[in-house]
């Protein structure tokens, strides 16, 4: 167990959490606002392809990252037109968005590179790997404290601050600030909304919206952060599990983010459950692998009590007349 609570594998948490974490808070904003998304899957895989793509071609993590925002809002919208504006399924149309990101990706990825569908390693001029290492240098001085101190908080990449501060800003936003009650009121009832004179329409696009600008932060993280290129399906499955994660929180900011690095946890210590025996058995290689998968169907087979969904999600609203 003391090696699991390892300096480096605590680092690996906080660095696997980090997409999990944005995508999860990207369902939050859109389901609050009675917008399921089944879609965060495509968004977050053609948000790091986006940002693989202009990152190799124009040299400029910035306007790569820029680039990842945009494409995601753009399916988000797309999302939002097909959900919002003409009342469709709302699952169906999350579905589309995970296949249209997924072929999308694999076509022009290949129309590009030529690689397979997967792009060139990024240059350094395009990643936004780490911290600043000279600035808090000194804390490596104070021996393995300092040195610990310094690689878990300040020795990350850009993401992993704005990943972790989102969380209590969506906190302050959604419980504390007009805005959010307002998107928190047209999830649970859009028609006393609508009669308060507040425009249904105008509130779920912008949720969102939130929802694809936090989506592409999460794409970038995998292309531009944690790896450096686009992988075909590097997202993985992230987008499901940070819906797991949502279920799980109970459409809740903090808990989420507690079970976001919960399933990062596992992920992280694969290698290190690898091999181990338990009871005289050691541990499959594969199961160590299927334990975040595992995990995310134990909880939504219902072992985390009643998570009650807003109640106008999924459900288009039609203005009465």
């Not at 968005?97 to 395009?126: D, K, T, W, Y």
């Not at 919206?209 to 993985?236: E, K, V």
């Not at 507690?258 to 459950?273: K, N, V, Y």
């Amino acid at each position: 167990m003391l090696e699991l609570l390892q300096v480096s594998n605590l680092d690996s948490t906080i660095r696997l959490a980090t997409p999990l974490l944005l995508a999860c808070l990207a369902g939050l904003y859109s389901e609050r606002s009675g917008v399921f998304d089944i879609g965060l899957e495509g968004k977050i895989l053609i948000a790091a392809f986006a940002g693989a793509a202009v990152g190799v071609t124009m040299g400029n993590a910035w306007i790569a990252l820029g680039a990842a925002i945009l494409t995601s809002v753009a399916f988000a919208l797309i999302h939002g037109v097909a959900c919002i504006t003409f009342r469709g399924n709302q699952i169906v149309s999350g579905v589309a968005i995970n296949f249209l990101a997924l072929g999308l990706a694999a076509v022009i990825g290949n129309a590009m590179f030529q690689m397979g569908g997967r792009s060139p390693q990024l240059p350094n001029e395009a990643r936004l790997q780490g911290g600043d290492r000279a600035l808090f240098s000194w804390m490596e001085d104070l021996g393995p404290v300092g040195e610990a101190v310094h690689n878990l908080f300040f020795d990350q990449s850009i993401f992993v601050y704005l990943a972790f501060a989102a969380v209590p800003f969506t906190w302050w936003v959604l419980f504390r600030t007009r805005f959010g009650m307002r998107l928190r009121a047209v999830g649970e009832n859009p028609a006393a909304v609508d009669t308060a004179g507040i425009s249904v329409t105008g509130l779920r696009y912008r949720a969102v919206i939130c929802a694809g600008i936090l989506c592409g932060l999460s794409g970038a993280t995998l292309s531009m952060a944690l790896n450096s290129g686009y992988i075909n399906n590097m997202s993985a499955g992230r987008g499901f599990i940070a819906l797991a994660a949502l279920i799980f929180a109970k459409w809740r900011p903090v808990q989420a983010m507690m079970a976001c690095l919960l399933f990062a946890f596992l992920e992280a210590s694969e290698s290190r459950l690898q091999g181990k025996e338990v009871l005289g058995f050691e541990i499959p290689v594969q199961l160590v692998q299927a334990l975040p998968y595992i995990l995310v169907v134990v909880l939504l087979a219902g072992f985390i009590g009643q998570a009650r969904a807003p109640k106008a999600g999924g459900v288009p609203y039609v203005k009465e007349r």
